[in-house]
Every structure is written in C-alpha cells, then in structure tokens.
C-alpha cells in the first residue's frame, strides 16, 4: 500500500503526517489525530455523520481521501468554537459556538452521535445565512439522519442561535 507524507492543517494546528493513499480524511482525523468528535456512521456519504469543514465548505469526511486535502484548512467540531466569529481558531475562542449550547437547551443532542455532523452543516449555515427560515434550516441540514429527536428540536436550536447570534457580538455570546 502506497503511502505520502502530507501538511494538513485541523482546527488551525499543522500537521504533518504518513498517510495510505486510500485513507480517508475521517479515517486521518479519528485514527491517527486522534480526534473523536467527528463519527463514522454509514462510510459511504449517506448520513453526514462525519461532516466537517474544508477551507470553510462543509465536506463528508468518510468519502474523502485524504491525500486531496493536502495543505487545505479542516475543521471539526472539536473546533467549532474557535470560528465562532472569527477568521482562526484560537484567538479568544469561547468554550462553545453558540449551536453548541443551544443544542444542549433544546434537546437537539440525545444519543449525541449525529450531533457532531448535524451542527457542523448548522454552523456553516448560521455563518452564510445569519437569519436562516425553517425551510432554508431544513435544507441545510438535509443530509443528515437522526433516529432520536425527529428533527424538530435540532430545527429549534439553529433557530435559537440564529436569534442570540444576531444580538451578541462573538465574545458576547
């Protein structure tokens, strides 16, 4: 098996790594970045369990190769929070974005293992589209199965944090 040394930068941290020419990026983040946060549910870009963000653009992780992301900028949903508001992570990042908390408060996280996924496509929403409606938010979050909440409750928290977002500066909220 065909191996490459690549630069791959993960929640605003480089990396330099030896990965199989097959790997993929989940594969990368969970098995050797040792980041959890990021699910592998279905493997074959059904579910958008393992959707992260590549250079700002919500991707499935589980049907992309790794190696097409060298030196391209990744972000799970361990650092979801340091973009909250911000052109890097890290800067003064708040514990969480406020998706985040306002899926704790709606009950939009049960058994938790779509939730990543869900609020990465939330997140990138919320980015683009500060006021989303509730057709533009199920739109958006098409993509993804939940066998827990039947959606509605994950529905309420980008909406709730659409309405916190739109009165608080990043650091206010």
């Known amino acids: 098996m065909a191996e490459s040394v690549m630069r791959l ?3 605003g941290r480089e990396h330099h790594l030896v990965v199989s020419d097959e790997a993929t990026l989940l594969e990368v983040l969970r098995e050797q970045l ?3 946060g990021t699910k592998d549910g279905c493997a074959v870009g059904s579910c958008g369990t393992c959707t992260v963000w590549l250079d700002g653009v919500p991707r499935l992780s589980c ?3 790794a190696k097409t992301v060298e030196g391209r900028d990744v972000v799970t949903i361990e650092g979801l929070a340091g973009w909250w508001g911000r052109e890097r992570p890290g800067e003064g990042a708040a514990a969480f ?5 306002a899926a704790v408060e709606a009950g939009a996280v049960q058994c938790g293992f779509c939730t990543p996924g869900m609020l990465m496509a939330g997140a990138a929403l919320l980015r683009d589209t500060p ?3 509730r057709e533009e938010i199920r739109e958006a979050l098409s993509g993804h199965l939940c066998r827990c909440t039947g959606y509605e409750q994950i529905i309420h928290a980008v909406e ?3 309405g916190r977002m739109g009165e608080a500066t990043p650091d206010e909220a």
């Open 131 to 133: 006021a989303p409606g």
């Open 9 to 11: 930068r993960v929640n």
């Open 34 to 36: 040792h980041l959890h």
């Open 97 to 101: 974005h406020p998706l985040q908390t």
């Open 63 to 65: 049907v992309t190769l």
């Open 160 to 162: 709730l944090a659409a």
